[in-house]
């Protein structure tokens, strides 16, 4: 497998070649110990315009501390609505006055855009800059990638109540439709 190697050092900036070679862990992770996690997802449906976005808050134990689950109007595709939900998931964080956390998405589209340096000239670069502001304002906020294998908690909250028009916010115990997907995570978690 030598040839791939020097395939990608020759061919990719040295970022790409970081995430060629990243390999996300497929289980939920705890963050450091004394440490929170905040894990986000959008959901979409092309069918009709508007998406649902989604998070869940959770301690170094693997305890349920926060999340919101709500739809979002005006949408017509899913990087969009990714966008969104970690815009809303770092308001939270703000909100919270959490400044040190890592914040991980299964959308890698959406990290990959947030982390670049390149001027981004798309329709959604004013969000894009927006979520980079927020990022800025704390230097212990890291936004990462992860599988959905390992976002399995703000998945469940992504498909909960998709049609209903009612923001919902939890603190302290966890919705009771998302309590097999925690369980899920605690008995996998290293």
């Not at 739809?71 to 970690?86: A, G, I, Q």
């Not at 964080?93 to 890592?102: E, G, K, R």
Request: charged share 15%; proline share 4%; glycine share 6%.
């Amino acid at each position: 497998m030598a040839w791939r190697e020097v395939y990608l050092q020759a061919t990719c900036s040295s970022a790409t070649t970081k995430w060629a070679r990243a390999k996300p862990s497929k289980v939920w992770a705890t963050p450091e110990e004394g440490s929170l996690k905040l894990n986000v997802d959008g959901a979409f449906l092309a069918s009709i315009q508007y998406g649902g976005t989604r998070g869940v808050l959770r301690n170094s134990q693997g305890q349920f501390l926060a999340g919101f689950s709500f739809r979002v109007d005006f949408v017509t595709y899913p990087l969009h609505v990714e966008l969104l939900t970690l815009k809303n998931g770092l308001e939270l964080l703000q909100a919270m006055q959490i400044t040190h956390a890592p914040v991980e998405s299964d959308c890698l589209i959406v990290v990959q855009a947030i982390a670049s340096i390149t001027p981004n000239l798309s329709p959604l670069s004013a969000l894009i800059t927006d979520i980079q502001g927020l990022l800025a304002g704390s230097e212990d906020l890291k936004l990462l990638y992860v599988p959905r294998q390992a976002n399995t908690l703000a998945h469940r909250l992504a498909n909960f109540n998709f049609d209903s028009n009612v923001h919902l916010d939890w603190f302290v115990n966890a919705p009771e439709f998302t309590l097999d997907a925690l369980m899920y995570d605690f008995s996998r978690i290293k």
